[in-house]
């Protein structure tokens, strides 16, 4: 595995403190902000300098029912080949559903929602990791991402899902430290076990964000300091592994150079303390002259998938120093088609190569997605089993981050509407899907604005019917009430 070291996720907002910070190894670039043919001078400058750069796509979907669309695998692939990527990464995610695999209108949640960690979300994951796999011109890594909401009759735990995801695909991991602590506090997960049950050699590298809690709920914002839970579960990861490498994200309310690199220092301080751990724990396991060593050996037969049998056998080892203190460790090992070794047990895998997938299986799935997403991006009922007030929660949260994006996709809009603008757009936004990316919302938003009534005849209605018109192309638009929008805006321009 390439060591990266220690980096930052590259923004335009903080290029230029980033190209002068001391120590930065390697950056991360979101990948759809990013041109292959007009690559932004301050990446362009690191690149020359022999700073890694990595794509990190966020609109893939690779937990969607549907198969990667081949235009955005061809875009991740430009991306990482423009860039000289060692590697790419992607999310764990579902980001649409319906269409024509569920007879619905297809949807978009503009946001990394979790799949279900059942055997049928497992067996579509592990298909379109294929395909991207094959698509790309390198290796691909894969993040665990956040969650407010949980999949009722859930059949893995996470560090089962990614486990045997790995196992299947030979896929890398980015494990976010950051969302491991997000779903303890939302998910009641335990980071430690997710940790041990975790192939830690497929471990590409690590994120490291902030966020905030409000009402029992944490928000993974990357808008806040790292917080000291998330830099303890990463001492915990280098206390098992060394990470190859280790990136701080951060997305908008950007501090001073100075606090950045302060939150890098206490980044590497964490690493560097779990190594210490580690090796202590290791050098303590050897001690065996110096304690009592009691060795307890348990096997067990567990029934998996084709027919066959999982075969585990579990090894606790507790040493007894001179001092009294007790030092323990867990090995799980599995027969099949991958080994594992970590504390707890280790998660079954089929162990089989690639399979022709079913059809029926993703529209189960896409029927089960596109069910939840219309529940939280056009107020249909709450699908059973899920905690409707979460759901609430999710809800809310997508539309504001709708706010937010299309304020930075058109900042004019902002401008125009004042502070009515976010309380406006988040109005616009229950009950009304974004169908076609943020500038295609934005798009929809202004028109819905201008045709509902919400702006009586002003300066503001005037600007926005040209901002509109200035967006909408010249060809005229299918609908009528678009052409509506287009005669209001041409009578009050040759007025």
């Excluded at 043919?37 to 362009?44: I, M, Q, T, W």
């Excluded at 949640?109 to 298909?127: I, K, N, S």
């Excluded at 994006?405 to 125009?416: D, G, N, Q, W």
Aim: charged share 25%; with cysteine.
């Amino acid at each position: 595995m390439r060591r990266l070291g220690t980096g930052i996720g590259w923004r335009p907002e903080i290029a230029d403190a980033v190209e002068r910070m001391p120590g930065i190894d390697w950056v991360e670039a979101v990948a759809e902000n990013v041109c292959p043919g007009h690559l932004p001078d301050s990446l362009l400058r690191l690149r020359e300098r022999g700073v890694t750069v990595i794509p990190h796509g966020v609109s893939l979907g690779l937990g969607d029912a549907e198969r990667p669309d081949t235009g955005r695998l061809a875009a991740l692939a430009e991306r990482a080949e423009a860039l000289g990527s060692p590697l790419v990464t992607e999310h764990i995610a579902f980001v649409r559903a319906g269409g024509p695999l569920t007879a619905s209108p297809r949807l978009e949640a503009g946001h990394l929602l979790p799949v279900p960690r059942t055997r049928d979300a497992l067996d579509v994951l592990c298909e379109n990791v294929r395909i991207a796999q094959d698509a790309l011109p390198v290796p691909l890594a894969v993040e665990n991402i956040a969650a407010l909401i949980a999949w009722p009759g859930e059949e893995m735990t996470e560090g089962q899902f990614l486990y045997e995801l790995a196992d299947r695909t030979g896929v890398r991991l980015l494990i976010d430290v950051a969302n491991l602590h997000t779903n303890h506090v939302n998910r009641g997960e335990d980071p430690a076990k997710a940790l041990a049950e975790l192939p830690l050699e497929a471990i590409a590298y690590v994120h490291v964000a902030g966020g905030f809690e409000r009402e029992g709920v944490w928000h993974d914002s990357h808008a806040h300091p790292v917080p000291r839970p998330v830099l303890d579960i990463l001492t915990d990861l280098a206390s098992r592994v060394s990470p190859p490498g280790v990136l701080l994200e951060r997305d908008e309310n950007f501090p001073e150079p100075a606090e950045l690199e302060r939150e890098l220092g206490a980044i590497r301080a964490a690493v560097e303390a779990g190594g210490q751990e580690g090796a202590l724990a290791r050098a303590s396991s050897t001690t065996g002259e110096h304690g009592e060593t009691e060795t307890v050996t348990g096997i067990g037969t567990k029934a998996a998938t084709g027919g066959g049998a999982e075969v585990g056998v579990g090894v606790e080892v507790r040493t007894r120093t001179g001092g009294g203190a007790e030092i323990g460790a867990e090995v799980g090992t599995r027969t099949g088609a991958g080994t594992g070794v970590g504390t707890e047990s280790v998660p079954a895998t089929s162990g089989s190569g690639p399979t022709a997938l079913d059809e029926a299986t993703r529209q189960r799935l896409g029927l089960a997605q596109a069910a939840l997403l219309s529940a939280l991006v056009a107020g249909t009922p709450v699908p059973e089993g899920f905690d409707r007030v979460r759901l609430g929660v999710q809800a809310r949260a997508l539309a504001a981050k709708r706010a937010d994006v299309v304020a930075k996709v058109a900042p004019e809009l902002p401008l125009i509407l004042g502070n009515g603008y976010r309380t406006a757009f988040i109005a616009y936004a229950q009950g009304r899907p974004m169908h076609g990316g943020y500038r295609r919302d934005a798009l929809d938003f202004a028109e819905e604005t201008l045709l509902g009534g919400r702006l009586t005849e002003g300066r503001a209605r005037r600007e926005l019917r040209r901002w509109w018109l200035d967006r909408s192309g010249p060809a005229p638009r299918p609908k009528s009430r678009l052409g509506q929008v287009g005669r209001v805006g041409r009578t009050l321009i040759r007025r």
